[in-house]
């Protein structure tokens, strides 16, 4: 199976666990779930926007750090910039936040709610350039189902 046709998959799986639930939390939680069982990355999981820093949020795989400041390391600078960072090799990230050593690189994407993020889901794979533009396409429709306005 191709990994678009993963994804393909997968995005059905998500749209059926989150239609019926409003619980943002409980969404993530199975999001993370679904996307760490369907695509086997190292680590997958959420930080939530708290004032000036990320905080953990569910997740899936070893445990992680647990707070992370605006501008520090790929998901700081991804919430800083607003934007979704695709790191291919995360030793060459400048100021990277090693929390496993086995985490080579990683895909960072900002969830925005009234143009501003409040969330970011942070993917770890434990071989270098494991993210392009399919994972960044099809994570980001996948995410929609969080940010729906009456959510």
Not at 52 to 64: C, I, K, T
Not at 75 to 104: M, Y
Request: proline fraction near 4%; charge should be negative.
């Amino acid at each position: 199976m191709t990994k678009e046709e993963k994804y393909r998959e997968l995005l059905q799986e998500v749209e059926a666990l989150t239609a019926a639930e409003t619980d943002e939390i409980a969404n993530m939680a199975n999001i993370a779930a679904a996307i760490h069982a369907k695509m086997g990355f190292h680590w997958t999981g959420f930080y939530r926007v708290a004032g000036d820093e990320l905080v953990l949020g569910p997740f899936q795989g070893p445990v992680a750090c647990t707070r992370i400041r605006r501008g520090r390391g790929v998901c700081g600078t991804a919430w800083k910039e607003g934007r979704t960072l695709i790191v291919p090799d995360v030793e060459q990230f400048p100021g990277h936040i090693a929390c496993s050593a086995f985490s080579k690189s990683e895909i960072v994407i900002p969830l925005l709610r009234k143009g501003a993020v409040f969330a970011e889901l942070d993917i770890d794979s434990a071989e270098t350039d494991a993210f392009d533009a399919v994972d960044e396409t099809y994570l980001t429709r996948l995410l929609a189902t969080l940010t729906y306005p009456n959510r």
